[in-house]
């Protein structure tokens, strides 16, 4: 029962939907509504600005982070025995992105994933956030600086042995690659949304 309760809390905190109700309360601003649509941090700093944006990503690395840790909290095992923590952050990331406070809607999980490994194992979350914010300085575009760290993190935890991380890793990339689809298409068509600085963003200033 303990088991089950938990697991329901940690989808209840993935499920909270921060660049909605910070936009809300604080903007009186829907971002639903506005850039993207997306509820997630990119959005955020794109509609909001660089203050709600940085929120929404702590708020949103938190919440997969508090989710992972509640197995250890509440002394809970699984089958999965060290892994459970995985178990637990796996649906804080589904409630991240099927909110039941979204109608079912939600974000594309890479806060929330960061807030995951952060807690899981602290190591890897560094490599991930070196790596990210790198590809996004030289790429200047959040979302293939997204696809890309993942890919490499999936890569990288080979050498970590562990099974259930390297498992995760790659479900979670794909899962990522597909609610970036449309990001992908636009990629490509040269058109994708870039912050304003980095490399990319550069480049991109010096065509005529």
Known sequence: MKLVSLLVLAYLLGAIPNGVWVGKAFFKTDIRQAGS???????????LGPYAGT????LDIAKGTIATLL???????????????????LFAILGHTVSIFDHFKGGKAVATSAGMLLAYNP?????????????????SMVSLASMIAFSLI?????????IYLTG???ILTLFVFYRHRSNIQRIRQGTESMVPFGRGYQRRQKKP
């Open 123 to 139: 190591l890897m979350f560094v490599i991930a956030a070196g790596l990210w914010v790198s590809l996004i300085y030289w790429t």
């Open 71 to 89: 197995p250890t909290w509440g002394h809970v095992t699984t089958f999965l025995g060290t892994a459970t923590p995985l178990l637990f952050g």
């Open 168 to 170: 995760i890793a790659v």
């Open 154 to 162: 999936t890569l990288i935890s080979l050498f970590f042995h562990d």
């Open 37 to 47: 649509g997306n509820i997630g941090t990119t959005n955020t700093y794109r509609v």
């Open 55 to 58: 929120a929404v990503m702590v």
